[in-house]
């Protein structure tokens, strides 16, 4: 994934209201991006850190910056969530997981689910004449703790949760299902659930991959010019 542009470096001066980070460019203006992350952003939003910015040219965006990428202990993380699903259909495609490759269809947000009334949508769907579909769920990690260690989630996600249910519903019927780890940082060396953060996460997940869910994760090293997922990570569940 190459930017259409090269991003806008700046300095951090906070994060509220989730959605919005008011950031100092390098003339001195301020400028409000969005933060298109629902997380807590755990050690990616200190104030003072070095950040980057893409702009958009569409006069109808209410915000024209866009939070892209933060500098950890020297790393840059990308932290715009929508941009794994791109990530990880990029890496399939470009053969990168070679337990998800032999699907010429894919399909973006697909509707399923919905044993609690409530319909979900998978982030990808790879299909096949003559083989079960495999479900995808991407899920952005950006927090790590120290010795290289990646965490997911960062905050507690009753999303997160329903989804593993589903993915578990999935296999049952005789289908695949997958959840992939889009890991925007380089500094790190495995994928772990993060038991103090959401311990019901952890458990589902445990009770996910013992069902036959699959896993996988890829870490990317983030630039300025772009993001490509190249370097395979192991998901351990001690």
């Known amino acids: 994934m190459e930017f259409s542009s090269p991003l806008t470096e700046g300095r951090l001066l906070r994060r509220y209201k989730r959605f919005l980070a008011d950031v100092e460019l390098g003339d001195g203006s301020v400028v409000t991006a969005h933060c298109a992350n629902t997380g807590s952003m755990l050690g990616c939003a200190e104030p003072g850190s070095r950040v980057w910015l893409s702009l958009s040219q569409n006069p109808k965006r209410k915000l024209a910056w866009t939070w892209e990428l933060v500098e950890v202990a020297g790393f840059p993380v990308g932290i715009h969530t929508g941009r794994s699903n791109a990530l990880a259909r990029e890496a399939i495609e470009a053969g990168l997981v070679p337990e998800l490759a032999g699907y010429p269809r894919i399909r973006a947000e697909v509707p399923y689910g919905g044993a609690d009334g409530k319909r979900s949508r998978i982030d990808l769907l790879l299909e096949a004449d003559h083989r079960p579909p495999c479900w995808v769920e991407v899920k ?65 997940l445990r009770g996910a991959l013992a069902a036959g869910v699959e896993c996988c994760a890829l870490a990317a090293a983030p630039t300025p010019q772009g993001i490509r997922l190249c370097r395979r990570l192991p998901v351990v569940c001690p």
């Open 140 to 204: 952005n990690v950006t927090a790590a703790v120290a010795d290289g260690i990646a965490l997911f989630p960062d905050a507690v996600t009753l999303r997160g949760q329903k989804h593993l249910v589903e993915m578990m519903d999935r296999v049952a019927a005789g289908e695949r299902a997958a959840l992939f780890f889009c890991v925007q940082r380089d500094d790190v060396r495995e994928v772990r659930p993060a038991d103090g953060i959401d311990p019901e996460y952890g458990r589902l």
